[in-house]
């Protein structure tokens, strides 16, 4: 089981950018998908982007146009490029290594907290 280390949340103000980082101990080539999860207080919980092992991105509806994920395969990293922030953008964001994604199944990092102030 790949374990998973995200990093990079802080605190930014609205409009700003961060990029967060995901750094698995183990191989995300053999992944099925890579993908970024958040979970705001009182909110339900988000799948905001993915990227299968074909390439093939996927955003939620709040961030289409605004977040971009991708992943380094030699390194064993994905990323979360986030710009023009909200202050809804405001989570704890959770990388997902999914050895199935079409079940939904996979390891999760402990999550990185991110505030987006207005």
């Known amino acids: 089981q790949v374990q998973l280390v995200e990093s990079g949340g802080g605190l930014v103000q609205a409009g700003g950018s961060l990029r967060l980082s995901c750094a698995a101990s183990g191989s995300i080539f053999s992944m099925d998908a890579m993908g970024w999860y958040r979970q705001a207080p009182g909110k339900q919980g988000e799948l905001v982007a993915s990227v299968t092992s074909g390439g093939t991105t996927t955003y939620g509806e709040s961030v289409k146009g605004r977040f971009t994920i991708s992943r380094d395969n030699a390194n064993n990293t994905v990323y979360l490029q986030m710009n023009s922030r909200k202050t809804e953008d405001t989570a704890v964001y959770y990388c997902?290594?999914?050895?199935?994604?079409?079940?939904?199944?996979?390891?999760w990092g402990q999550g990185t907290q991110d505030t987006v102030s207005s």
């Open positions: 997902i290594a999914f050895s199935d994604y079409l079940l939904n199944r996979g390891s």
